[in-house]
């Protein structure tokens, strides 16, 4: 048979089983076939187009020239909601589908929405050392314009699509956290649009109270137009070190020691059940050895976590030579784990060397396309997590989230927290050690019930004096977020600013009742 006269019947047959099943029942059941046939494609043509006008505009060298116009209509906008009344809140135009974030504001429907097309990298300050951007600029962005050229952020949080912005107003991390800390450390300076409409810029000597409220302020505080970053030298290899632990307490001694070892450039742990873990250190290098070199970022290759299982399995260390950009983006292709319960097959070698090209699709597409029903069923049947716990409490923290979630694996993530001004920073006077415990996936506990499982893990990370990432479904009352958070400074500021009147409180963005 001519093969695209089987194809057309193959699309025939699939188009009257859709039919006779309803495109929910598609869409929850075998969401798979959704996402193979339409959102790949999709997600390759989103990819196509950004890097193309990436490239364009800095070859144009237009986005400087272009950025002080942009900024000029964003305060227009501002004004013109002044003239308006104030009668609503204001909060940044982008569709709430467009961010990582697994839910969708609810806010964006009742706000005045300013329209923020700041999307470019403005400069690259090689005497400085210092990379100029605009706020939508993403990490898969960066790291391709900077790799080539010598130079890598302090600290690259994991996924292509996470924009500047969102690392900053929220939050990011790094397995180079434990020497530099969150994003927010590596920033030098921001430059926003206030509720008054007029530009302002803050570092950690001039407006250094707004400079330090920012990050984690969720644009409550005014719109992030521009913000300068720390850039440092790169060279072309990690020399990863694998190590399987077996164990709770030797897996947190092991992984504390290594946290602590300034002299390892990345450290990261993958947790696969209670007592067994792999925990990864890594050393920048310009020199690899022969035969050991591991493009683990090229389409065709095992999904990261199960390459990093198979050292478990076999219960044996080993050394690799990973290039830098595919080390820093080593979890994209299958969004962590994630992947996994969207197309089960993905990480098979034939999926891989025939469609892994396509792979991931755009989470933005994603959610843009799961509809109520399969929205519900996330929100009830599955867990997306990040919790910032003390390295002192990262025993106790594994055994918590072992009982009242079982989600594995488990991301393991050290970072050096400052006691900087701001809403996170340690109780004590000192920076302090902390671990970013990521849980992604299905719970696997019987007695999971999503809002008292979580409002029950949220108390334990408030005991032990942690924090929550602000991306995910949050279950405190106010009151309860505010004695996690500390909102001394932000208060003040939004007193001071007169952003009581312009932006919401940050929990009433956050907060589980405004979002779907």
Known sequence: MDPLLSLGAGLLLLALWVRHKGLEYLLVHHRWVFVCLFLLPLSVLFDIYYQLRAWAVWRLHSAPRQHGQRVRHIQAQVQEWKNE????????????????????????????????????????????????VEPLVTMGQLTAHLNPMGWTLPVVPELDDLTVGGLIMGTGIESSSHIYGLFQHTCLAYE???????????????????????????????????????????????????????????????????????????????????????????????EAEDGQINRIGNYYKPWFFKHVEKYLKANQTGIEYIPSRHYYHRHTRS???????????????????????????????????????????????????????PV???????????????????????FILPNNPGMVHPKGDEMEL???????????????????????????????????????????????????????????????????????????????????
């Open 85 to 132: 009344g104030g009668k609503t809140y204001m909060c940044t135009g982008r569709p709430g589908w467009l961010t990582v974030s697994l839910r969708v504001g609810k806010y964006k429907k009742t706000h005045k929405n300013i329209v923020i097309n700041l999307m470019d990298i403005l400069e690259v300050d090689i005497e400085r050392q210092v990379v100029r």
């Open 392 to 414: 002192k409490s990262l025993e106790k923290s594994i055994s918590t989230f072992h009982s009242d979630l079982n989600v594995y694996p488990l991301w393991l993530c050290p």
């Open 335 to 389: 969004i962590f784990w994630e992947l996994q319960d969207i197309i089960p097959f993905g990480n098979n070698p034939v999926f891989r060397y025939l469609f892994g090209w396509m792979v991931p699709p755009k989470i933005s597409l994603l959610k843009l396309t799961q509809g109520e029903a399969i929205r519900k069923l996330y929100e009830q049947h599955h867990v997306v997590q990040d919790m910032l716990v």
């Open 192 to 286: 926003l649009v206030l509720a008054d409409g007029s530009l302002v810029r803050c570092t950690p000597t001039e407006n250094s109270d707004l400079f330090y409220a920012v990050p984690w302020s969720c644009g409550t505080l005014g719109f992030l137009v521009a913000a300068e970053i720390k850039i440092i030298p790169a060279k072309k290899y990690v020399k990863l070190h694998y190590k399987p632990v077996r164990g709770l307490e030797k897996i947190c001694e092991k992984f504390t020691e290594e946290s602590k070892k300034k002299g390892n450039n990345f450290v990261e742990g993958l947790v696969y059940s209670l007592e067994e873990a792999v925990i990864m250190t890594g050393v920048l290098t310009d």
């Open 434 to 516: 902390y671990i970013d415990i990521g849980a992604y996936g299905e719970p696997k506990t019987k007695q999971f019930e999503a809002k008292a499982s979580m409002r029950q893990m949220e108390k334990f990370v408030r005991n032990v004096h942690g924090f929550q990432m602000l991306y995910a479904d949050c279950y405190m009352n106010r009151e309860e977020f505010w004695d996690m958070f500390d909102g001394s400074l932000y208060h003040k500021l939004r007193e001071q600013m007169n952003c009581k009147d312009a932006f919401p409180e940050v929990y009433d963005k956050i907060c589980k009742a405004a979002r779907h």
